[in-house]
């Protein structure tokens, strides 16, 4: 198993792991290499599999996650992703210990990431993370979780901010999406099928891109790779309820 890690030198020639083939999602590939740019000086690290497949593992320090959380001298895991004919040949407890031993090595408290207390898309699987070790250290009634892997005692528990709390957002008519570039995918079904979307029902449609590191930080949600809230109340982090065909269903299924 060999594992390739992005850095700025690297970048430009190597692929991502994610929409590499998507061509409407070129804009948002590029701007998701734009962010991982303006990351990797903050101590950020991208490490996949050296194949074209979606085998790979980011994270970097909690401190300055793109998330509304608190957990000093954490590493924050962001997306961790083993698929197709590459599951069961141990890419997740592989790349999980590669961070685990960063961790050791710079002298962190642990590992910290943000999970569904159901299965939620852009989030790692919680059960097989909990089997690894992973203890819930903070929990949101509308279906989220922090949890963490420590290595040494913790000063403090890792924990939600405040901005999250409630699971409603400042929009109370309409759709409003919340998003980061974290993601390729984001961009383009935000901008153009979700428009779409939003204006066959007659819907408001507000927008916000949460493009600073404050902005994320301080945003009504734990998952700021996409949220989508109806009238106010979070509905979901699955971006395919952007599509026409899959909205109303969505939502019903999330009320």
């Not at 061509?23 to 903050?42: D, E, I, P, R, V």
């Not at 852009?122 to 509308?142: A, H, I, P």
Request: with cysteine.
């Amino acid at each position: 198993m060999v594992y390739l890690d992005l850095n700025p030198t690297n970048l430009a020639a190597e692929h991502i792991c994610c929409a590499f083939s998507d061509k409407k999602c070129a804009a948002g590939y590029a701007a998701k290499k734009q962010w991982l740019s303006t990351q990797f000086n903050q101590g950020y690290a991208f490490r996949r599999l050296d194949e074209r497949a979606k085998v790979f593992i980011e994270y970097g320090p909690a401190e300055t996650a793109w998330v509304p959380l608190e957990a000093p001298n954490y590493f924050m895991l962001g997306c961790f992703w083993v698929s197709g004919k590459y599951k069961g040949q141990g890419h997740g407890k592989a790349l999980l210990q590669s961070v685990i031993q960063a961790a050791n090595e710079q002298g962190k408290t642990g590992l910290v990431t943000v999970v569904g207390t159901k299965k939620r898309h852009f989030m790692s699987d919680t059960k097989w993370l909990l089997r690894q070790g992973f203890e819930v250290t903070d929990e949101l009634d509308y279906g989220f979780q922090l949890i963490a892997l420590d290595l040494k005692q913790p000063q403090s528990q890792p924990a939600f901010r405040p901005s999250v709390r409630s699971g409603q957002c400042k929009f109370k008519k309409g759709i409003a999406v919340y998003y980061t570039n974290r993601c390729p995918f984001s961009e383009f079904h935000v901008q153009q099928s979700l428009r779409e979307t939003a204006a066959r029902r007659k819907l408001a449609l507000h927008l916000v891109h949460l493009n600073t590191l404050s902005k994320a930080r301080s945003a009504p949600t734990p998952a700021t790779i996409f949220s989508l809230f109806l009238d106010g109340q979070f509905i979901t982090t699955d971006l395919s309820v952007c599509l026409d065909a899959r909205f109303d269903r969505i939502v019903a299924a999330s009320q």
